[in-house]
């Protein structure tokens, strides 16, 4: 689960992108973040994926206190929580199988329990055979397969996405929405950013409007 | 046996480290070589120093630095004068024992230890005088002590000139000491030298690997796994220096070999430029390796601190 409670946010250049936010996402609960640009959407996965810290302030991720997950902490935080990104941060120098199983690396998971879990991971994405292909091999919807692929290799509770279907035409961008919705089925904490009216009208789950650092009510009534 | 898991996973995840940062600095091997070469230099240059103070040593090793005082009679005096003269110089306070060398011993002396016989032979007459070595007894054996023993001899009857001919020697073993604390001094400096290159190899590295430590990061790569990969590439730049360190010294010592010989043998000696040892050429080549290690430590734990992913 993730909780925000009364969060306020500003960077060391004066920019205020967070003001008093507080929500609540239960465990098992998918949601999307909308809102303008610079309205605090990556601010919020940043404080979630403990990238940033709140000026003033609590956030809650999987029961715990991100205040109190310090220095030598944070890898093994960071393990638990699954992050998607726009341009889907690969490494273009390593093949598929590398970029899947880096988190696995990290954790020192034996090879042939990465073996399993990396084609497993393919296989949930759609990519199972493609492991020894390059990222710009692939098209931009298998990079963001890829990038998906690596986020949940670790069974994290919760996984977090920002703009995950930016870069994607509508087709592919309906592909990776419903992926994300199968790990939600099957109880994994899910938060998305996003800004595409079409899956907002698709796809029916709560919907965290944020304006102005603060969260408000979604401006007119689609979902 | 098989290895537990555990301990198999961590060696396999260090091998791997290992051998993908050797395989990327072949990927680069221009870079790689330059800051191989500065290493081995650094590295070379005080080991030479030190070879050339050891040889030095080995040269003077056979000259004996005990305190002697030469002293030597007018010409001409007779054997029984000399022998006079050498019980005066004994009974002198501070004279532990006298030994008289008539001009004939003194002559075959010569001739064992100049090599020049020929000219020798070509003499109507010995020109030596008879000689008195003297040894002084303990106290009386520091510089002041003998300057003043000295003074003493010269007044005894028919005694001409006194020398203290270890006075050389001394000054000799004072200079290779002097330049072997100048050798620890220079490889002080140098060993400095290396942590600062290999800390800016690494550096550069680490800039043009930022998009895979952030990610590493952000996958939950603790700052150590980050780290690993630069530890063993400065470990690998060190040990090529520190190999490229020695073979400079063997080259150098194949090249100043024949010299040498010619030289020792115009002095009559029959001496050889000594090379590294075997304890001191591992150490070479392992001070490399370290100091490639300590310097990568030092840049990539200062540098990795500062790279956070962004998202």
Redesign the interface.
């Known amino acids: 689960m993730i909780r925000f409670d009364r969060v306020f946010k500003r960077y060391p250049n004066g920019r205020e992108a967070l003001a008093e936010l507080s929500f609540e996402l239960e465990t098992g609960e998918m949601a999307f973040l909308t809102g303008h640009s610079g309205a605090g959407k990556?601010t919020v996965?940043?404080l979630i994926?403990l990238?940033e810290r709140p000026t003033r302030g609590q956030v809650f991720v999987n029961g715990r206190n991100t205040s109190a997950v310090r220095g030598?902490a944070i890898?093994?935080?960071?393990?638990q929580v699954g992050?998607v990104?726009q341009d889907h941060?690969l490494?273009d120098d390593r093949p598929v199988y590398d970029n899947v199983a880096?988190?696995l690396?990290?954790?020192?998971?034996?090879?042939r329990e990465m073996d399993k879990r990396v084609r497993a991971a393919l296989d949930q994405v759609g990519l199972l055979g493609r492991e020894r292909s390059f990222p710009l091999e692939l098209s931009a919807g298998e990079q963001q397969r890829v990038g998906i692929a690596?986020a949940v290799i670790?069974k994290p509770p919760v996984l977090i996405a920002?703009e995950p279907t930016g870069n994607l035409d509508p087709d592919l961008a309906l592909e990776v929405m419903n992926l994300f919705q199968r790990f939600n089925a099957v109880g994994v904490t899910v938060l998305v950013a996003t800004h595409d009216v079409h899956l907002l009208e698709r796809f029916r789950v709560r919907r965290l409007h944020i304006e102005h650092g603060r969260l408000a009510t979604v401006p007119h009534a689609a979902a | 046996m098989p290895l537990p898991?555990?301990v198999?996973?961590?060696l396999?995840?260090h091998g791997q480290a290992l051998f993908g940062s050797l395989g990327r600095l072949a990927r680069q091997p221009f870079a790689t070589f330059l800051t191989v070469v500065v290493i081995g230099i650094a590295l070379a240059l005080p080991a030479a120093l030190w070879l050339t103070v050891a040889n030095l040593r080995v040269v003077t090793e056979g000259l004996d630095d005990t305190v002697q005082l030469s002293v030597y009679l007018e010409l001409p005096t007779t054997a029984a004068q000399a022998k006079q003269a050498a019980l005066a110089i004994e009974a002198k306070k501070g004279v532990a024992d006298a030994v008289l060398v008539s001009p004939d011993e003194g002559l075959a002396e010569f001739r064992k230890l100049s090599g020049i016989d020929a000219a020798l032979e070509a003499l109507p007459e010995n020109p030596l005088p008879w000689l008195v070595k003297v040894r002084p007894s303990p106290p009386h054996d520091t510089a002041a002590a003998i300057d003043e023993l000295a003074a003493q001899l010269r007044k005894v009857e028919r005694v001409e000139l006194v020398e203290a001919d270890t006075a050389w020697v001394r000054r000799i073993h004072a200079i290779e000491d002097t330049l072997q604390q100048l050798v620890l001094l220079v490889a002080a400096v140098l060993a400095a030298g290396v942590l600062a290159v290999v800390g800016n190899t690494i550096r550069l590295e680490i800039n043009g690997r930022r998009?895979?430590i952030?990610?590493?990061?952000?996958?939950?790569?603790?700052n150590a796994?980050v780290r690993r990969p630069f530890l063993y590439s400065g470990f690998w730049q060190g040990l090529g220096g520190g190999l490229l360190a020695v073979a400079l010294i063997a080259a150098g010592l194949a090249a100043l070999g024949p010299f040498v010989e010619r030289l020792a043998a115009a002095y009559g000696a029959g001496f050889a430029l000594r090379s590294l040892s075997l304890q001191e050429w591992p150490l070479v080549v392992g001070g490399g390796a370290l100091l490639g290690l300590a310097g990568a430590w030092l840049a990539a734990t200062y540098h990795l601190r500062r790279i956070?992913?962004?998202?």
């Open positions: 990556s996965l940043r994926a990238l030598g890898p093994a935080f960071r393990r992050v990104f941060r490494l880096l988190p690396a990290v954790g020192g998971v034996p090879r690596r670790t920002d | 898991d555990a198999a996973t961590h396999e995840r998009a895979e952030e990610v590493t990061k952000l996958v939950g790569g603790s796994f956070e992913p962004r998202a």
